[in-house]
């Protein structure tokens, strides 16, 4: 470890038989956190929220994401578009509270206004008053900043930085694999709900990544979906996750189940997926729906989670549906909060100065530490540009 | 005479509940009887006030209200 870096990640690259995690200061210091912010978050595409969130023209909702003010907004041509929420003026908040734009964003400190397009539409009294133009006020230079931003399965991905490969060519892996389910989404509010975890975003990952816990932390699935359904899912520097191949369709009183996914092919009649888009968002894809849940890294050691479910078709989400549909969100609400108690614990045990980033078992650690050779590999390569610089 | 007790009033009551329809029209009028009177510095001031409000609003007067701060050269 050179004097420049925070951690020491040598040990964490290394092949899964002889790895260590990630050290501790990567879950409880700040400076850490802030190097991941940069490195892991805004140099990938992160999830910051769901195209639900902006379902109609005009819609805006304004995220802080680490400290970053981005505004998504739905344009006239129904595509969800995200912006720097800082006027170009004097830096002011100019959207503080979801709602939807009629006309023009207008910044509430000199009324300067975008369009939905980001475009700087008007510079009231910039060249004196009742003048609004004036030589030194290029409108076409002032946009507002776009921030790059793509929507896969109901959720809007941005890459801060602007340097990460397109986002069908950085996830063209998962995006493949899961080609089948790259369909329309349909959502109901009653399919949503948020858990506030104590514990860095990463060990929420880390948990999801892997079936080994399940027969412990969910001993209701021992019945349905056993250790050994399960199968890894790892791709190097991509994503990773787990699979099962006893998917069984949630069942109402009289039978009734969710319509499926349109021409799937057979092997998801029975199987389940879940993956963890890398950094911040966990998918599970059924033959019927789908959810996504996006970690929101509110601090070192707090995270929040955003989590949403998808069906197949409008009709799943009209009122027929809503008895299976709260049974389904109370389901994987239940699943999801049993999983608290041990990223939270993972959390603290991340204090114990002898803590060495732990030992993977080479046989059910494979998909967690392919997570951690991910982040690792990031912030050396963000070390790599800073010591360019 | 213009009561710009009641006026002002007005203003503040549209500003308080979001109402950009009553602002647009309030200030358009101002704008226009200024610029009746000769007056285009301020006529052109209170037009600016009311196309902010058009465009924010999305109201399609702002095209009209556009139009003639362009001819006056205080808009592009």
């Known amino acids: 470890m050179t004097e420049s870096h925070l951690s020491d990640l040598s040990d964490v690259t290394k092949p899964v038989s002889l790895a260590r995690g990630l050290p501790n200061a990567h879950y409880i210091d700040e400076e850490v956190f802030k190097e991941e912010r ?51 003026h004097r830096g002011m908040i100019l959207v503080k509270e979801k709602g939807n734009i009629r006309g023009t964003i207008r910044c509430p400190y000199h009324s300067w206004c975008y369009g939905l397009d980001g475009a700087l539409r008007s510079t009231p009294h910039v060249g004196g008053p009742g003048q609004n133009i004036h030589e030194d006020i290029k409108r076409n230079e ?22 990460a490969d397109d986002f069908t060519v950085a996830h063209s892996e998962l995006l493949e694999r899961w080609k089948e389910f790259d369909k329309p989404l349909y959502h109901h509010e009653d399919g949503a709900f948020v858990l506030e975890v104590d514990s860095n975003w990463k060990l929420a990952v880390e948990n999801y990544s892997e079936s080994y816990h ?23 520097y991509k994503y990773s996750g787990q699979g099962s191949v006893v998917y069984q369709q949630l069942k109402g009183e009289d039978g009734q189940t ?11 009649d029975t199987a389940s997926e879940y993956a963890t888009l890398y950094p911040n968002v966990m998918f599970g894809v059924h033959r019927d729906h789908s959810y996504a849940i996006i970690l929101e890294p509110v601090g070192v050691n707090k995270t929040r989670e955003h989590v949403a479910l998808y069906y197949a078709s409008d009709e799943a989400v009209g009122d027929a549906y809503k008895k299976l549909r709260v049974t389904n969100a109370d389901f994987w609400e239940e699943v999801f909060k049993e999983d608290i108690f041990v990223v939270e614990g993972m959390q603290k045990g991340r204090h114990g100065v002898f803590f060495d980033g732990g030992k993977f078992s080479p046989a059910m650690d494979g998909p967690t530490h392919i997570f951690h050779e991910w982040v690792a590999t990031q912030i050396n390569n963000g070390r790599a540009k800073m010591a360019a610089e | 005479m213009i009561d710009y ?8 009551a549209a500003h308080d509940s979001g109402d950009n329809a009553t602002l647009v029209r309030i200030y358009q009028k101002l704008g226009n009887d200024e610029l009746a009177n000769g007056h285009e510095l301020e006529g052109a001031y209170f037009l600016t006030q009311a196309y902010v409000y058009a465009l924010e609003g999305g109201l399609p007067v702002a095209k009209e209200i556009h139009k003639t701060l362009v001819a006056l050269g205080r808009e592009e």
């Open chain 1, 38 to 88: 940069q490195s892991v978050l805004f140099d990938n595409w992160a999830g910051v929220g769901f195209a639900h969130d902006v379902p109609n023209e005009g819609d805006a909702m304004p995220v802080d994401f680490l400290g970053m003010p981005l505004l998504l907004v739905r344009d006239a041509e129904g595509n969800v578009n995200v912006y720097q929420n800082t006027c170009r």
């Open chain 1, 142 to 163: 002032l946009g507002l900043f776009e921030i790059r931003s793509h929507v896969y399965l109901g959720v809007v991905f941005v890459n801060v930085s602007g340097t």
């Open chain 1, 214 to 236: 399940l027969p412990w932390v969910h001993p209701g699935l021992n019945t349905v979906s056993r250790l050994e359904d399960h199968y890894h899912l790892e791709e190097q």
């Open chain 1, 258 to 268: 969710f319509p499926d996914f349109k021409d799937l092919t057979d092997k998801w």
């Open chain 2, 5 to 12: 007790d009641h006026l002002n009033a007005q203003v503040l």
